[in-house]
């Protein structure tokens, strides 16, 4: 349902946005008032190309059809903004996603954009004079043998933990490290952590997992959104959370049915793939221990899942937020800063 009102501090983050066909913020779906509201003032982000970021910041771009607009962090529940070095939209591929190292963007704080086309990487830290490009290598994806060009492996699960870079292979689920030297290189660390042999119902279930990593209040979660066959439509078959172990024992994955109380997971959604990112559940009025799992697999789906870590139990909130909205855009999330929330 549509409201016409613009959402606010009191319509609450998170929200989920649809961008209009030209990209720019064109409607947003409370999820703590239940609302879909028709106007979104977000001023810095229309006529901008801009990433969201897992920590509520939002990466704007420079754009050479905006000469006047400098690369900058930006909150956009309340206009604050923290400035970068220059990056040119056009430098980039067309599907990338934007990550911090810290949740705050405090002077020295990382700041990582991935292609989600290729091996690269661009980085800059807070208070630095340019970011810096870098290629990495991952050898090759396993596809059938009717695809005839080989595709290099690249990254899509990363998030920031404490200053650091960590992201999880799709293959195996293993752990590692993206380091940034003092030298301008960029390193792949393995982390030696057993691999998840519970995600999918049995080792002989074939079917679509979509991973998430997230960081929620210093601790690093892997969510996995399970559908058996091929199709990602629907509700899930099945899902699961697993929170990283770092333990003098040794690094491993345990699952679990809480994800820190007072805690709520935002995942999936369009801007930048394997979206995941954590938000207080009574500061913003959601329900605790969920996950709000928004389809971005199927481009017909547009539905959004509500998934109960506690139980097990999985809700399809309707009607679906945006269920006659005409897009190319997949809606993406926004969520509270740090700072923002309570």
């Not at 720019?24 to 977000?42: E, N, Y």
């Not at 704007?60 to 903004?81: H, I």
Request: glycine share 12%.
């Amino acid at each position: 349902m549509a409201d016409g009102s613009s959402p606010s501090a009191a319509a609450g983050y998170p929200l989920l946005v649809q961008r209009s066909n030209a990209g720019s913020p064109a409607m947003a779906f409370s999820l703590s008032d239940g609302k879909t509201h028709d106007d979104v003032s977000l001023p810095e982000m229309h006529s901008s190309t801009y990433l969201q970021t897992p920590q509520g910041w939002v990466l704007v771009l420079s754009s050479s059809s905006a000469p006047e607009m400098s690369t900058f962090l930006l909150d956009p529940r309340d206009g604050r903004k923290v400035g970068l070095p220059p990056l040119d939209e056009s430098e980039l591929p067309t599907a990338r996603k934007c990550v911090l190292s810290d949740n705050a963007p405090d002077a020295g704080a990382g700041v990582v954009v991935l292609s989600l086309q290729g091996p690269a990487v661009w980085f800059c830290r807070v208070g630095g004079e340019r970011w810096s490009t870098h290629t990495y290598d991952m050898g090759y994806f396993s596809l059938p043998v009717e695809y005839r060009a080989p595709k290099k492996r690249h990254l899509f699960d990363v998030a920031g933990v404490g200053g650091r870079f960590y992201f999880c292979e799709d293959k195996d689920f293993s752990l590692g490290t993206l380091d940034f030297t003092g030298d301008g290189e960029v390193a792949l660390v393995a982390v030696s952590v057993p691999g998840i042999d519970d995600i999918f119902p049995s080792p002989d279930s074939s079917g679509i997992a979509a991973t998430y990593l997230v960081e929620s209040r210093g601790d690093l979660y892997l969510a996995a959104v399970v559908f058996l066959g091929f199709r990602a439509e629907g509700p899930p078959h099945k899902f699961s959370v697993y929170r990283m172990d770092f333990s003098a024992a040794g690094p491993a994955w345990r699952r679990t049915a809480d994800i820190g109380g007072d805690r709520a997971f935002v995942l999936g959604g369009g801007g930048g793939g394997n979206f995941g990112a954590s938000c207080s559940a009574s500061g913003c009025g959601v329900r605790a221990n969920c996950l709000y799992w928004f389809n971005s697999f199927s481009p017909d789906d547009y539905n959004l899942h509500v998934l109960s870590v506690g139980d097990g139990g999985v809700e399809t909130v309707a009607p679906p937020p945006f269920e006659h909205a005409s897009c190319v855009h997949k809606p993406f999330w926004l969520v509270p800063t740090t700072n923002n929330t309570a």
